[in-house]
């Protein structure tokens, strides 16, 4: 099983990020902040609340004074981006400015900008957002010019309506206009990094408001690869719900003069084990066609319902007039998914339309 990401916060990486701190600030006190991070119940703490729990210890080891606490974190910081790989770890560093930096708007942002470079400061521009919505959207459209690539993503990723694992922004749920003009600011951005998270910010939006992205992914789509591969990534989630105009932009169309001959599907397959499944499609037009093929598992939840999720098959314009497929999906251990044993069932999908369907038994927990 892979390691929890929660176990990089260990004994050496506390000690090393005390020796970090102390070599900034002689005051620092390091064997209080090794002690006071494992104390209590650090076992059973996941991987934010780890986080906050070294953030709060480094805030009981250093001064009153926010700013020279951020003057030493600063420094920290440039000594870890010489020393160190940036990495999720060091969210702390921004976590430590949402957490005591509310009352310094300036001060807090401009460190944001910087520490962002280490780690993403994605989450804690939020409360800032919260806060003071027009300033901070002003701040974030002069990030979308900065010519670092990590200061643009913050742009676009900081504004996000529903960030996974953030509080998620009320207001821009309500009315996505002002994240729009960053958005369209990043578009065309060199960097594969930015425009990812361009695209998953509109997929966000279209969650509550699918017409708006619609619009854009229309005005968009065709102008280069960059745009089209924004768009396409962007519309995932309306391609899954099987919305017809994204479909359409796509030339997802009609599927009924497609055959589906024989789904076969196991009727048991055991955790930690593959669930195969196969099948063939046939057409008697001149070929297959433009297709977006999907499978869906509802999978079992632990209240005897089921929740389902969708995965990709396949996409591409088949030439030929029959094609066969064969697939596996993995029941492994995740992070993301509890799995619960019982009857399970799965769906497959062409161009969003569901054409078979059964069910099968996950065993083995």
């Not at 922004?169 to 958005?183: C, T």
């Not at 229309?218 to 960059?226: P, R």
């Not at 995740?334 to 619960?340: E, V």
């Given at each position: 099983?892979?390691?929890?990401?929660?176990?990089?916060?260990?004994?050496?990486?506390?000690?090393?990020?005390?020796?970090?701190?102390?070599?900034?600030?002689?005051?620092?006190?390091?064997?209080?902040?090794?002690?006071?991070?494992?104390?209590?119940?650090?076992?059973?703490?996941?991987?934010?609340a780890?986080?906050?729990?070294?953030?709060?210890?480094?805030?009981?080891?250093?001064?009153?004074?926010?700013?020279?606490?951020?003057?030493?974190?600063?420094?920290?910081?440039?000594v870890?981006?010489?020393?160190?790989?940036?990495?999720?770890?060091?969210?702390?560093?921004?976590?430590?400015?949402?957490?005591?930096?509310?009352?310094?708007?300036?001060?807090?942002?401009?460190?944001?900008?910087?520490?962002?470079?280490?780690?993403?400061?994605?989450?804690?521009?939020?409360?800032?957002?919260?806060?003071?919505?027009?300033?901070?959207?002003?701040?974030?459209?002069?990030?979308?010019?900065s010519?670092?690539?990590?200061?643009?993503?913050?742009?676009s990723?900081?504004?996000?309506?529903?960030?996974?694992?953030?509080?998620?922004?009320?207001?821009?749920?309500?009315?996505?206009?002002?994240?729009?003009?960053?958005?369209?600011?990043?578009?065309?951005?060199?960097?594969?990094?930015?425009?990812?998270?361009?695209?998953?910010?509109?997929?966000?939006?279209?969650?509550?408001?699918?017409?708006?992205?619609?619009?854009?992914a229309?005005?968009?789509?065709?102008?280069?690869?960059?745009t089209?591969?924004?768009?396409?990534?962007?519309?995932?989630?309306?391609?899954?719900?099987?919305?017809?105009?994204?479909?359409?932009?796509?030339?997802?169309?009609?599927?009924?003069?497609?055959?589906l001959?024989e789904?076969?599907?196991?009727?048991?397959?055991?955790?930690?084990?593959?669930?195969?499944?196969?099948?063939?499609?046939?057409?008697?037009?001149?070929?297959?066609?433009?297709?977006?093929?999907?499978y869906?598992?509802?999978?079992?939840?632990?209240?005897?319902?089921?929740?389902?999720?969708?995965?990709?098959?396949?996409?591409?314009?088949?030439?030929?007039?029959?094609?066969?497929?064969?697939?596996?999906?993995?029941?492994?251990?995740?992070?993301?998914?509890?799995?619960?044993?019982?009857?399970?069932?799965?769906?497959?999908?062409?161009?969003?339309?569901?054409v078979?369907?059964?069910?099968?038994?996950?065993?083995?927990?």
């Open positions: 099983m892979a390691e929890l990401l929660k176990h990089v916060y260990n004994e050496l990486f506390i000690k090393n990020l005390g020796e970090a701190f102390a070599r900034q600030a002689p005051y620092f006190d390091l064997k209080k902040f090794e002690s006071s991070v494992f104390s209590r119940n650090w076992q059973d703490l996941e991987l934010k780890r986080m906050r729990r070294i953030t709060e210890c480094l805030q009981h080891c250093m001064t009153d004074d926010y700013g020279e606490n951020l003057r030493v974190l600063l420094d920290v910081s440039e870890l981006k010489t020393h160190s790989k940036p990495g999720f770890e060091y969210m702390l560093f921004p976590d430590f400015v949402e957490l005591y930096g509310q009352d310094d708007f300036d001060l807090s942002i401009n460190a944001l900008e910087q520490l962002t470079k280490l780690a993403s400061a994605e989450f804690a521009v939020r409360p800032f957002i919260m806060s003071q919505p027009k300033k901070m959207m002003a701040k974030m459209s002069a990030w979308a010019k010519p670092d690539a990590d200061v643009r993503r913050l742009a990723e900081g504004c996000r309506p529903r960030l996974p694992w953030a509080m998620a922004l009320p207001n821009f749920k309500n009315d996505p206009k002002p994240i729009l003009p960053v958005l369209r600011q990043l578009k065309n951005d060199k960097s594969l990094y930015v425009r990812r998270s361009v695209a998953n910010n509109l997929n966000d939006i279209s969650k509550d408001h699918p017409d708006v992205v619609l619009d854009i229309q005005q968009w789509l065709g102008e280069n690869d960059e089209d591969w924004i768009v396409k990534h962007a519309l995932r989630g309306l391609l899954k719900s099987a919305d017809a105009t994204a479909l359409g932009l796509f030339g997802y169309g009609d599927v009924k003069h497609l055959e001959c789904l076969r599907l196991e009727k048991t397959v055991s955790f930690g084990d593959y669930l195969p499944f196969s099948f063939e499609l046939k057409t008697s037009a001149k070929s297959i066609g433009n297709l977006r093929i999907e869906a598992i509802d999978f079992m939840k632990s209240n005897g319902k089921t929740a389902r999720k969708i995965f990709k098959v396949s996409e591409s314009n088949y030439r030929q007039t029959n094609k066969e497929f064969q697939r596996k999906h993995a029941f492994k251990p995740i992070a993301t998914r509890q799995h619960y044993p019982g009857e399970h069932g799965f769906a497959l999908l062409l161009n969003g339309v569901e078979a369907s059964h069910r099968f038994l996950l065993t083995g927990l």
